[in-house]
């Protein structure tokens, strides 16, 4: 049985990605071996397979970064007689800006 092979754009569609990458690839040797008869470039499938078993690995875990603690909210620890103050004095409502409409 002879040796099947992969277009450009056939590998790059099974890679999910774009045949400039394997353009680019092969000026920076690396990616699977090729071969190139005139402007045409072929991949053997043996070598992608090998290729595809090799550059297989196993992802590292995600790192979950703990949540930063948020700073609490003053208007939570206000009581009644706290906010009645502040609007008495001109501060307004502390958990809400009012623009001034002229």
């Known amino acids: 049985m002879s040796e099947q092979f992969l277009s450009e754009v056939e590998l790059a569609a099974r890679w ?4 400039k990458t394997l353009a680019r690839w092969r000026c920076d040797r690396r990616g699977p071996p090729y071969v190139k008869l005139g402007k045409t470039v072929r991949y053997a499938m043996s070598n992608v397979l090998e290729f595809e ?3 297989l690995r196993k992802p590292a875990p995600r790192q979950i ?5 948020s700073t609490p909210d003053i208007t939570q620890n206000m009581t009644v007689r706290d906010v009645v103050a502040s609007l008495r004095a001109g501060g307004g409502c502390p ?3 009012v623009e001034s409409q002229s």
């Open 16 to 19: 999910g990605m774009s045949s």
């Open 95 to 97: 958990s809400h800006t």
């Open 53 to 55: 078993r090799n550059g």
């Open 65 to 69: 970064k703990p949540a930063e603690p």
